[in-house]
């Protein structure tokens, strides 16, 4: 024994500093951490943010998609049944329509209004009514039992219901954050829009016939001007937006750049033939492939003189082969410009609404195959008040090519 001090005996396998036997009840203290460390087994890499913002975001675009389908389906059973239900029963015409099928889940309904009314959650008079707090199931269910009432509207019964099936698994998934697959969601997509249009919600239904308008797009699209894709390089843009889907069913078509290889190497002579006599007009507009731009270009791309110009060459003839069986070879023109190509574009139906370009930037030491491109929307942009001088970069391209075709020459 020291002095002053307490020497305590060495503890034997019975005492609790070396019983492996942990007491019932007692909590065992986690090891010490690094500083700054949450430790392996709470800790997410950059694999695992990686695949829940891939859910988020399939689970916002879905949600987004969803929520326009139940505000129109609101909509639609308040235009059709509050004018039968309503004179009779007044503020209670949701309850009267449920009938007694239905008494369960309208009454869970006029609970939950009642609560988010005494906490303060109705943001918007609009929404203090039984129909706002109605499910997409059950806006479905009042529509199905009184379909008498829809059918004038309607034609088909069956395919409302076959787009709202297709439309409850993703609800579903959404509606308890599970994983949402690209597929399922690209299905979610297509009925929802097929069943906006079924429903008549006019001519702003996000859906077009070339390049389909997305809900986020429709949202949010005042970020990005008119751009609505853009791609790492030619070949991913072939992927997701094949030539037929770009050029298949034009009724105007206009295209300058070197060699528009775009067009002539993925979309066949045989279709262009197709396309011109059913009444599309087109303008093709080549860099000369005599000019000393093509030799610059050449010497750019550091391949072999003569190469490129031949290559240009042989294209403008595949296309005079074209013209050559027309009925009006009028309306296929093709031309030819001597200047530093800076761009080359695909205008698809530019004068329209449903207008699409393909626009590609010339890099020094970068084939045309692999360039980054940009995908643009023409004439459907919503114009917020404050952005009435941006117009998008849709117009900007076609002026550039209205006056590079007026300077050009026609080849014969």
Request: a negative charge.
């Amino acid at each position: 024994m020291g002095s002053g001090g307490l020497e305590l005996p060495p503890g034997d396998e019975g005492h609790e500093g070396n019983s492996t036997d942990v007491p019932p009840g007692a909590v065992s203290l986690a090891r010490p951490m690094e500083m700054g460390s949450i430790g392996p087994e709470l800790d997410w890499g950059a694999d695992a943010w990686r695949e829940v913002r891939t859910r988020a975001q399939r689970a916002g675009r879905a949600y987004i998609w969803l929520n326009l389908v139940e505000q129109r389906l609101r909509a639609v059973v308040a235009a059709v049944l509050r004018p039968i239900y309503e004179p009779v029963h007044g503020d209670e015409w949701v309850v009267a329509a449920v009938g007694p099928a239905g008494q369960e889940w309208v009454q869970r309904a006029v609970a939950v209004r009642e609560v988010s009314r005494r906490k303060g959650y109705l943001l918007d008079p609009a929404d203090d009514n039984v129909l706002s707090f109605l499910t997409l199931p059950q806006l479905r269910e009042l529509m199905v039992q009184h379909w008498p009432c829809f059918e004038p509207y309607f034609d088909e019964r069956r395919d409302v219901e076959l787009a709202l099936d297709e439309l409850e698994v993703t609800r579903n998934v959404v509606s308890r954050n599970r994983a949402l697959s690209e597929a399922v969601l690209g299905q979610a997509e297509r009925a929802a829009a097929k069943l906006l249009e079924i429903l008549g919600a006019g001519s702003d239904v996000p859906s077009a016939r070339r390049l389909p308008v997305d809900a986020v797009e429709d949202l949010v699209g005042d970020r990005y001007a008119d751009v609505v894709g853009v791609h790492s390089d030619r070949v991913r843009l072939l992927r997701q937006f094949p030539a037929e889907d770009l050029f298949g069913g034009a009724r105007r078509l206009d295209a300058i750049g070197i060699g528009l290889n775009l067009l002539v190497q993925n979309f066949s002579g045989r279709r262009l033939v197709r396309l011109a006599e059913s009444g599309c007009r087109v303008r093709l507009l080549f860099l000369n492939p005599a000019s000393s731009a093509v030799k610059r270009r050449e010497r750019e791309l550091g391949i072999k003189r003569g190469e490129l110009s031949r290559a240009v060459e042989m294209n403008i003839l595949h296309m005079r082969r074209v013209r050559s069986k027309l009925r009006d070879p009028g309306a296929f023109e093709i031309q030819v410009f001597d200047e530093t190509p800076r761009f080359t574009a695909y205008l698809v139906d530019g004068d329209g609404s449903d207008g699409v370009a393909v626009v590609q930037s010339y890099l020094r030491r970068t084939r045309g195959m692999e360039a980054p491109v940009l995908v643009l929307r023409g004439g459907g942009r919503v114009v917020k008040p404050g952005d009435m001088d941006e117009e998008g970069l849709f117009p900007t391209y076609r002026e550039e090519f209205e006056v590079a075709w007026a300077d050009s020459r026609p080849v014969s």
